[in-house]
């Protein structure tokens, strides 16, 4: 089965809210995490990386956090938009192989 | 413009036929990869492709091949042996393999009648 997976599969917020998307992985041997947001229909768009030697990694409004020690990762977005409604993905990389490994996916909903 | 394109976006086929889907990319990446998407779903990986001429199975490449014959097209062929294969396709490129992130397409939207 998949080794990264979601704590929760959807999540709606109040415009102007920050989010929190979590994602729990189990290969311990990841070492490469991305953040990708899914529009309807359309393909992912490439949000956020971050690499196992890094704890905290902040891009244009949306920060990822990575805590090894329980394996998990995190995207936040602050001053949530509607427009950043969509499916949010992680992902990871397992020691550098040739794959990339997806969740299933959260469904964030921005209410106006 | 720089890209990955994929054709056609919707695609209707009969039960029983073949068909192929376009993946083309002028990113100049060495690495591709094809995912099949269900409703609801994350993405699962059906074959991937680190240079030319070579390629890999994926976790779900039962039913489709591939080939790589050129650098920047990787087609997929979804074929007959392929038990459900109505569901969003995904083609996506890279750099090369481990800390890269993967660039996708636009996706194909197969239903089978």
């Known amino acids: 089965g998949e080794s990264v997976g979601l704590h929760l599969p959807t999540l709606s917020v109040q415009e102007g809210d920050n989010s929190i998307i979590n994602c729990a992985y189990s290969?311990?041997?990841?070492?490469?995490f991305i953040w990708y947001k899914q529009e309807s229909g359309k393909g992912p768009q490439f949000i956020i990386d971050?690499?196992?030697?890094?704890d905290k990694r902040q891009g244009q409004r949306v920060t990822v956090l990575l805590n090894k020690t329980v394996k998990h990762l995190s995207l936040q977005i602050a001053a949530t938009q509607p427009g950043d409604s969509a499916v949010y993905f992680c992902?990871?990389?397992?020691?550098?192989?040739?794959?990339?490994?997806f969740g299933k996916g959260t469904k964030l909903t921005v209410n106006p | 413009d720089g890209g990955i394109t994929q054709s056609p976006k919707y695609l209707f086929r009969k039960e029983g036929q073949n068909v192929t889907l376009s993946c083309e990319q002028n990113?100049?990446?060495?690495?591709m990869y094809w995912y099949r998407q269900d409703p609801g779903q994350g993405l699962r990986l059906i074959y991937y492709?680190?240079?030319?001429?070579?390629?890999q199975k994926g976790d779900i490449a039962e039913g489709y091949s591939v080939s790589r014959e050129k650098k920047e097209s990787f087609p997929l062929t979804v074929t007959s042996a392929q038990k459900n294969p109505t569901a969003f396709y995904l083609c996506?490129?890279?750099?090369?393999?481990?800390?890269?992130?993967?660039?996708f397409g636009q996706g194909t939207r197969l239903t089978v009648v």
């Open positions: 996506a490129s890279s750099i090369g393999p481990g800390w890269t992130e993967a660039f």
């Open positions: 290969n311990s041997a990841s070492d490469y």
């Open positions: 971050i690499r196992s030697n890094m």
């Open positions: 992902a990871e990389n397992q020691g550098g192989s040739e794959k990339l490994v």
């Open positions: 990113l100049n990446h060495d690495a």
């Open positions: 492709s680190q240079i030319v001429n070579d390629f």
